[in-house]
């Protein structure tokens, strides 16, 4: 399955963006999703996870309250909505897809090209 993400963009502390992963080439109803994202010289760290049907999520701590995962199976994508958005929230996003929704980056065999995330306070 090819994914690709987008939705970044510049945007002050406070506000809110929404990110997109479209799937393609191969049955994205039957994957589970996650987002990650990665800030300059630090390791790659697992934000979101949604099962294939859609029904149970996942959250960091660091995005619990502020971040929603959603899907939309019959477009073949899933989304990232983030509010109230913080500096630290500054990264570069990556949509995921496996067999099973995990926290863990190395679990996942597809990834999307990521797009740029930042925050400026």
């Known amino acids: 399955v090819q994914l690709q993400a987008s939705g970044g963009g510049l945007v002050q502390a406070g506000g809110s963006l929404r990110l997109s992963c479209v799937a393609s080439?191969?049955?994205?109803?039957?994957?589970?999703m996650g987002w990650f994202r990665q800030a300059p010289g630090k390791e790659r760290e697992f934000v979101a996870a949604?099962?294939?049907?859609?029904?149970?999520?996942y959250y960091a701590d660091s995005v619990k309250g502020r971040f929603t995962i959603s899907r939309d199976n019959a477009k073949n994508t899933v989304y990232l909505q983030m509010a109230s958005l913080k500096p630290e929230d500054t990264a570069v996003y990556y949509c995921?897809?496996?067999?099973?929704?995990?926290?863990?980056?190395?679990?996942?065999?597809?990834w999307g090209q990521g797009t740029q995330v930042t925050v400026s306070s």
């Open positions: 995921a897809a496996r067999y099973g929704a995990t926290r863990t980056a190395a679990d996942y065999g597809y």
């Open positions: 080439g191969g049955t994205f109803s039957t994957y589970a």
């Open positions: 949604i099962s294939w049907t859609g029904v149970t999520t």
